[in-house]
C-alpha cells in the first residue's frame, strides 16, 4: 500500500467519514476512494487537492511526507489537575508521544492505576501552525468511563506545553482542570503548579527549574 493510499485511509476514518461521505464531498463514488486506499490508483492533482481540502489536511501530508519542524516524538512527562472524592490533586505519570506529520498519538499506558487515582488512556493531537495542539483522550481502562477534548499550546522551542482538559469524569458530567506536558519531571511539575496558582493566566511562558 502506498503512502498517500493509507493516509487517506486513516485521516477519513480519524474524520469520522464514510468512504461514500468522503467520495460526495470530493465528487467521485465509493469505487474510486476504495480504489485510492487500496493503492490500486492515485488521484489527479484536482482529485488530490479536493481530499486534502475534505480531510483538512496538505497536499505534503496527502503524499505521505512529513511535515518539517519540531520532532516531538518521544518520552514526555505529563501533569494533570484532578479530582479525587472532591479533593483536588495533581496527576503526574510518564506519557509516551509518537509524531505523524502533524498528529500526535498520545500513550498514557504508563499512568498510576484507578487505585491510586488514575487510569490508563490514550489520545490524539494535531499540531496547527507550530504552536497549537487540539484532540482527544479516552480511558483505556475498562472500569474507567472517562474521556474527552485536550488543548495545548506548545513553547517556542517545543521542550513543553501547557493547555487544559474537558471531559466526562467520575467527578461530573463536564469537569475541566489544567494541564501540563514537559520533557522532564521537574519542568512539567513546576509548569502545572504556576497553571492552577494562576488559574491558566499566565503571563509568559514559565522558566526552567533551576
Do not use: C
Request: glycine share 10%; net charge negative.
Amino acid at each position: 500500500m502506498s503512502r498517500t493510499a493509507d493516509v487517506i485511509r486513516r485521516s477519513r476514518e480519524e474524520k469520522g467519514l464514510s468512504k461514500e461521505e468522503l467520495g460526495a464531498a470530493i465528487g467521485v463514488d465509493k469505487r474510486t476512494i476504495d480504489r485510492y486506499e487500496n493503492g490500486k490508483s492515485e488521484p489527479s492533482l484536482s482529485n488530490a487537492a479536493a481530499l486534502a481540502a475534505a480531510l483538512d489536511i496538505s497536499l505534503t501530508e496527502l503524499a505521505g511526507v512529513a511535515t518539517q519542524g519540531l520532532d516531538l516524538t518521544g518520552h514526555w512527562w505529563a501533569a494533570w489537575q484532578t479530582w479525587l472524592d472532591d479533593v483536588e490533586r495533581i496527576d503526574v505519570h510518564p506519557l509516551s508521544v509518537a509524531q505523524d506529520g502533524a498528529v500526535l498519538a498520545l500513550d498514557g499506558s504508563r499512568a498510576r492505576s484507578v487505585q491510586e487515582g488514575s487510569y490508563e488512556w490514550r489520545g490524539q493531537m494535531r499540531l496547527w501552525d507550530g504552536e497549537s495542539l487540539m484532540g482527544w483522550y479516552v480511558a483505556t481502562d475498562g472500569a474507567v468511563r472517562s474521556k474527552g477534548t485536550l488543548y495545548f499550546a506548545l513553547h517556542p522551542h517545543g521542550s513543553y506545553m501547557v493547555g487544559s482538559w474537558v471531559g466526562l469524569s467520575q467527578a461530573g458530567l463536564v469537569i475541566r482542570g489544567w494541564g501540563a506536558i514537559a520533557r522532564e519531571r521537574d519542568q512539567v511539575e513546576q509548569v502545572i503548579a504556576e497553571l492552577v496558582a494562576t488559574d491558566g493566566n499566565l503571563r509568559a511562558w514559565p522558566k526552567r527549574p533551576n
